[in-house]
């Protein structure tokens, strides 16, 4: 069981450019989320999605698209790139939506 | 003012001390509370989940929870050098939404 895998694990961009974060849980979880962690701020929500087809926005969804592929997969795209956008990110999957099993992460620079 | 406070640190404590990290909040309508634990450049993993006001306790970890005073702690009996890590509260409404509001975490390391 691999639980929940994200890619790539670091990243850096360019202004301007654009690129998607993959996340893939085998944990059969039907809620799954997007976080991004900057120093002094804790875990904030970008987007999450409570079920397959379904998205909703978190706390900071401005500069972010999601989409649910299917009940495994839940990527995150940055449209264009903005040095605000530099973070490490992590992806989340629930059952029990209280509790969120989380992935490594991504660290993403941007220039 | 942020919803949920939770002192940075860093707190370091020598190996076997009891360790009390604290968390408060405004939104009295919390109603589920976690605390997880981060590992440096690692993604975080829960260690405690209460529901309500009360203790819980699971081998050398206790958690409290004091809805009246909107404040919740964390204790760390017979701290051991393995514990150093980042401590992040989190609090929900209810268990039917991923809405998880994290405090910053406070960062422990434990001096052998």
């Known amino acids: 069981n691999a639980g929940v895998t994200q890619t790539p694990k670091f990243q850096v961009l360019k202004t301007g450019q654009s690129m998607t974060l993959q996340c893939a849980q085998d944990m059969n979880h039907n809620s799954m989320y997007w976080y991004r962690q900057d120093p002094g701020m804790g875990l904030r929500l970008i987007y999450y999605?409570?079920?397959?087809?379904?998205?909703d926005k978190g706390e900071v969804p401005n500069g972010y698209n999601v989409s649910r592929l299917n009940k495994r997969e839940f990527s995150l795209r940055l449209e264009s790139a903005a040095p605000s956008q530099t973070s490490v990110y992590f992806c989340?999957?629930?059952?029990?939506?209280?509790?969120?099993?989380f992935g490594p992460g991504t660290r993403l620079t941007v220039l | 003012q942020k919803e949920v406070e939770q002192d940075p640190g860093p707190l370091s404590v020598p190996e076997g001390a009891i360790v009390s990290l604290n968390c408060t909040y405004s939104n009295s309508a919390f109603q589920y509370f976690m605390w997880y634990r981060q590992y440096s450049r690692k993604g975080p993993e829960l260690l405690m989940y209460?529901?309500?006001?009360g203790n819980k306790e699971d081998g050398r970890f206790t958690a409290q929870v004091d809805k009246s005073s909107k404040y919740i702690s964390l204790f760390i009996r017979d701290s051991q050098p393995s514990d150093s890590a980042t401590y992040l509260c989190?609090?929900?409404?209810?268990?039917?939404?991923?809405?998880?509001?994290f405090g910053q975490g406070t960062t422990l390391q434990v001096k052998p």
């Open positions: 999605s409570a079920s397959e087809g379904t998205t």
């Open positions: 989340a999957s629930s059952e029990n939506r209280a509790e969120q099993f």
């Open positions: 989190a609090m929900s409404i209810s268990s039917n939404t991923g809405k998880l509001i």
């Open positions: 209460t529901y309500s006001s």
